[in-house]
């Protein structure tokens, strides 16, 4: 027996309200660590490590979920995974430890883990090839809009109601989303039993582990020892090695392997994932340098530094919407690549405005266009993702499409991080020099050297600048300060433009590798594509 979907819009809606959870708390923490290492008296390593174990929790399992889905059906994976983050999510607002919420957001991030392949899975089957066009777009919205308000809105909540509310948001928007799903999204599961590739799953899930940790925390370990003997790249290594048997694996094992290599036999596909992976790492390894520099160079507390952020999430909410309708007249490689065109020209942007004293209004046309440009990518990309695919992959396909992005957002923080932390090194010192030519030869060297040792050390200054020799004047201190901020204020701008630089490289290879997708206008091409499923009972 089988019955059609009665409002697949409104179905779409709860599909949306997961996802947006799940794309807002990947960045919301970034500016409660000010009142989260003050509230649970915790170190700055620990309340990084609240955002770090989610990423982990939610990178590492996406191929595994992606695949249950196929076996047990999009709904019940679905629902599964939006009870536990749920309920995370109220573990980590009632947390009264660091190690307590640490544990939550792990829990957290494996919930998110199973919805996220699941919300485009579920696009693919509720709507035919025809009519996708514009439910991906807002779908493609809801990750651009999610994405950059979650330092805006974590920014509110935390000034106005306290660092707990940002997880507790969650339960209102979640419960809403939990209730119209189970009503609404129909029961699809797959009419043969799907086979479940226990190795794989755990040569996939031990190789991206050790991979994502070893590159998300090897600043922190300065590359090198983590437990003695283990290091860092023995780690990374050892993923690496992982994966590559994991691929020969998947060779070899004909029926039902966790990720079907015929899906890359899809040129399509192929070129997309390579596309996301960069759109990740791009969008990562630009804001990482532009919040630092706009609060700790231009000044701006962390609300401020996030409504600046504002209307590029307006526009790429925007150009999301027109990209999905562009969809329909429009070869959607054309939309990709003017998008992540726009990223790159928004990028250079705001690395030809910052100075120490730029105004940060003159910032906002470059947030604006690089808006713009994610907006763009989103729909059609997605679209491209699933153009053409066997109703059992779309899982397995969702689960790829995922891991693509978020394993490159790890990669572009880790090595935007690393860059940026060289650049200083550099920049400091030479900016250093510069500042200290109006000192007294006798104060000038001391300075240089003083300026360059603090910027070698991960927390440079600190507030009060580096320390004075005791026996100077205190005029002569107190001069020293400020041009230690200047310093500091004209080398990590000029670390930051330089290391705005590999984004731009990275998506201008984007652009090249979304040169290979072939996706004619929907419009055109309405038997391309997965058929338009009905939910089996």
Known sequence: MTSTVRSPWAALAALCACFFMVMLDSTIVTVAIPAILTGLDATLNEVIWVNSVYLLANTVPLLLTGRLGDRYGPKRV??????????????????????SLIAARAVQGLGAAAMTPQTLSFITRLFPAERRGTPIAVWGAVAGVATIAGPVVGGLLVQHVGWQAIFLLNLPIG???????????????????????????????????ALVFGVQNGQHYHWGSIVDPIGVLPVIGFGLL????????QRRMRDEPLVPLDLFANPTFSYAN?????????????????????????????????????PMAVAAGGAALIAGRGLRRVDGKHLIMAGLGGLAAGTVVLAVLAEPDTDPLALVPGLVLAGVGIGLVFSPLTAAATLGLPSHLV?????????SRQVGGVLGSATTGLLL??????????????????LPPRYADEFVERITQAANTASQFGGAGPAVPADWSPTIAERVRQLAADAYALGFTNAAKATLVLPVVVLVLGMVWAAGIRMPPTGTAKNTGLPHQRATP
Not at 282 to 305: E, H, K, N, R, W
Not at 395 to 403: C, D, E, L, R
């Open 78 to 99: 679905l629902v599964v995974g939006l009870v536990v983050f749920l309920g995370a999510s109220l573990w980590c607002g009632l947390a009264t430890s660091a190690g």
């Open 274 to 310: 390579l596309t996301h992976g960069a759109l990740g790492f791009a969008t990562t390894g630009m804001f990482l340098p532009l919040v630092i520099y706009v609060q700790s160079v231009l000044g701006l507390d962390p609300v401020a530094s996030s409504l600046l952020c504002a």
């Open 395 to 403: 899982g397995a396909a969702s689960g790829v499409f995922n891991t």
């Open 242 to 249: 992982a994966l590559g048997t994991f691929v020969i694996w």
């Open 175 to 209: 419960l809403v989303g939990l209730v119209v799903g189970v009503v609404l999204l129909p029961d699809w599961r797959p009419r043969a039993r799907v086979r479940f590739d226990a190795l794989g799953a755990v040569l996939a899930s031990v190789g991206l582990a």
């Open 421 to 438: 932390q060289v650049g200083l090194s550099f920049s400091v010192p030479e900016a250093a020099r510069q500042v200290a030519r109006v």
